[in-house]
């Protein structure tokens, strides 16, 4: 993982983030419609945290004016986000180990 760039350079940085974080979104939507096995999401929503979470802690340490709104407005909704995902897709894994359960 790439540190957080000079002051100057921070806009190009959250540019970049943001990018990142639109593609993990867009990837998260995918979920519902897809085969994949919810422990695999499971582990996808912890990395996606966990990315998350690194970027934000780069940018409080970097005390760039520039990175408050992006905290604020895209980070920490990512994590929010996740948080609600991960709850989910807990329950779904609960619900397919039930169904499991019943049929045996």
């Given at each position: 993982m790439a540190e957080l760039?000079?002051?100057?350079?921070?806009?190009?940085?959250?540019?970049?983030?943001?990018?990142?974080?639109?593609?993990?979104?867009?990837?998260?939507?995918?979920?519902?419609s897809s085969a994949d096995d919810p422990?695999?999401?499971?582990?996808?929503l912890s990395a996606c945290t966990a990315r998350a979470s690194w970027m934000r802690n780069k940018l409080v340490r970097s005390g760039a004016r520039n990175a408050k709104a992006f905290l604020s407005g895209e980070i920490d909704p990512f994590i929010t986000e996740c948080d609600r995902q991960f709850r989910t897709w807990s329950r779904v894994g609960a619900l397919l180990r039930d169904e499991f359960e019943m049929t045996r």
């Open positions: 760039p000079p002051k100057q350079n921070t806009d190009e940085k959250i540019e970049e983030w943001r990018t990142e974080i639109i593609e993990l979104l867009v990837e998260m939507a995918k979920w519902s422990l695999y999401i499971m582990k996808r």
